[in-house]
């Protein structure tokens, strides 16, 4: 059993390049969520889905779309890349609401 | 919109010493989850809390949840090496069903 899959594990991007971080989940889970790790500000929630073909905002979701045509994968992308979003992104998935988050491997992105 | 705070952001201790973090939301929480990460890696779930003032044990670990479901904490007794890592508290938002974590703590262990 995969649980939650991530790629790329490492990413370098030049300023306004654009780029889709996959993630992909085999539990059947409905929610997913996105988040960036930087130091000193913990996780912060990116981009959420509820459900295939429902996402909605977090707390930073400027610069970054995302969407959900099947369960099992919901991709970010990174529109024009920017130095601010140099950072560690983990995608995360529940099987229903208020139950434990299992969390991908991670991706470490950094824009130059 | 709801924030989760979390203090301290760094613990150094001995090994054998107790640790404690504390985590504060701004707003009433449906309930509130534990995770640790280990350098290099991903969160991993440790522990769920939804009942009002409630007290769960893992062996050293001991996870508290306020009164009011607005605050909670989780305490090490006698650390050990292993315990090294970034303890994360997260809080489900009873109106949104997000979950919005705190800052999270780093422990670090001198053996």
């Known amino acids: 059993n995969a649980g939650v899959t991530q790629t790329p594990k490492f990413q370098v991007l030049k300023t306004g390049q654009s780029m889709t971080l996959q993630c992909a989940q085999d539990?059947?889970?409905?929610?997913m969520s996105w988040y960036r790790q930087d130091p000193g500000m913990g996780l912060r929630l990116i981009h959420y889905s509820v459900g295939a073909g429902i996402t909605d905002q977090g707390e930073v979701p400027n610069g970054y779309n995302v969407s959900r045509s099947t369960t099992e994968d919901f991709p970010l992308r990174l529109l024009s890349a920017a130095p601010s979003q140099t950072s560690v992104y983990f995608c995360?998935?529940?099987?229903?609401?208020?139950?434990?988050?299992?969390f991908g491997q991670g991706t470490r992105l950094t824009v130059v | 919109g709801q924030q989760v705070m979390q203090i301290p952001q760094y613990q150094h201790v001995q090994e054998g010493e107790d640790f404690t973090t504390y985590c504060n939301s701004s707003t009433t929480l449906s309930n509130i989850q534990w995770y640790k990460q280990r350098p290099g890696g991903h969160p991993v779930f440790l522990i769920q809390l939804v009942k009002s003032g409630e007290v769960k044990k893992q062996k050293r670990l001991t996870f508290q949840f306020g009164e009011a479901k607005k605050n909670s904490s989780l305490h090490i007794t006698a650390t050990q090496t292993t315990d090294v890592g970034t303890y994360f508290c997260a809080g489900v938002s009873s109106n949104t069903g997000k979950l919005i974590f705190g800052q999270g703590t780093t422990l670090q262990v001198k053996p």
């Open positions: 539990m059947n889970h409905e929610y």
């Open positions: 995360a998935s529940l099987g229903r609401l208020n139950t434990e988050a299992f």
